[in-house]
């Protein structure tokens, strides 16, 4: 199954940025055994205070949203 010609760039990039931060979770899960995070939000509000991200969340995120709002 190769690229789709008729998908616009925002298609692209939707599904390039959840492959990719899906492989890299992957990735790191059988390497490392764990996921590395790697950006944390120093805020008072202590639920967000907690959470710890790295890119490959913010890329199928990202990816995520993108569908949803129905970027074409």
Do not use: H
Not at 12 to 20: A, E, H, K, V, Y
């Amino acid at each position: 199954m190769g690229p789709n010609p008729e998908a616009t760039a925002w298609q692209r990039s939707r599904l390039g940025n959840q492959r990719g931060g899906a492989f890299s979770n992957t990735y790191d899960r059988w390497k490392r055994r764990y996921v590395v995070d790697y950006l944390t939000f120093n805020v008072r509000w202590k639920p967000l205070g907690r959470v710890v991200f790295n890119l490959s969340d913010f890329c199928i995120m990202i990816g995520a949203l993108c569908a949803v709002l129905g970027m074409p």
